[in-house]
């Protein structure tokens, strides 16, 4: 659907031209600005923040035909502005005094940034929280010891003090915490079970994406093994486990050696010709689809005030569940 995407004046600004197929204007800005939360994309198109064909476009609904040209403006927001706090409904796993697990849904943007300035996993946290956040994350990032991508679902753990940051910051340097991903990928990996290496850092092809570097980067490890076959074969459900913590470690890592995962809209293209190969009830099950199928499952740490062991898990979003049952029956 998108043909290009080519920011102008830094990161304020972005020209996009449609593709093949008319579509929702905010489905189509989803898909072309994956950086920029849902709920901020509905607000700058109702804000006046959109131009299609010339023309100012205020309603998220408007179908954008094949070839028009969209023009969209982000409103910079001064780099040291504070969140404000938003209450919303927080899936909590586990809290006391010094930390919190949240089952984060996809969609979600943990902390503000460039294009997502509220309406994130940080300010429903302060909205919860009040003012017992950790500070050392800095004033964006209150609490935040690590991330979920905007589309990955799952386990996260937030500070409420600096101490208990510190100690969890330290876990994640050690590679002492359990981390578990579920993802559903097109094909069947093999070997059935190991690790992928290589160095990931900034792609010198398209810098808004990240890839497996020859030279530079930061060393990166994921463990995975398959544990079923779905859709004739066309898709795995693999469960990946992750030594290092780099940005978009499994999908890069997975893409490399060529089983991306089911739905990514980033590192996956458009699989179309596997696609054709799909079963009915899958094929079915991925036309409503548009996400990377991705879920951070199992969260594994050391207490770090207690000392205690905490270790939780989380069954997929029931849109996942669909996915892959959909991929059981075919």
Known sequence: MLKSIMPNEGESQYSLRAGDERARLDKFLALAVPDIS???????????QVRVGGETIAEPAYRVKPGEQVELTV??????AAPKAQ?????????DSDLIVINKPAGLVVHPAAGNYDNTLVNGLMAHCGTSL??????????????LDKDTSGLLVAAKNDAAHAGLASQFEAHSLDRAYLALVWGSPLPPRGTIEGNIGRSERNR???????????????????????????????????????THQIRVHLTARGYTVVGDQV??????NSAKTLPEKATAALENWNRQALHAYRLGFKHPISGERVE????????????IAAGRES
């Open 208 to 246: 808004k994406k990240m890839a497996v570097l020859k030279r530079g980067g930061r060393a990166a490890r994921t463990h995975y093994r398959v544990m079923e076959h779905l859709a004739n074969n066309s898709w795995s459900l693999i469960e990946c486990r992750l030594e290092t913590g780099r």
């Open 267 to 272: 590192y996956g293209g458009s699989r179309r």
């Open 134 to 147: 950790s500070g050392i994350g800095g004033v964006r990032r209150p609490g935040i010891v690590h991330r």
């Open 312 to 323: 939780l898990e989380s069954d997929p979003p029931e849109d996942m569940q669909a996915l």
């Open 75 to 80: 409103p910079k927001v001064s780099d040291d």
């Open 38 to 48: 849902r709920n901020r994309l509905k607000g700058l198109i109702e804000s006046g």
């Open 87 to 95: 209450a919303m409904a927080l899936d909590i796993r586990y809290e």
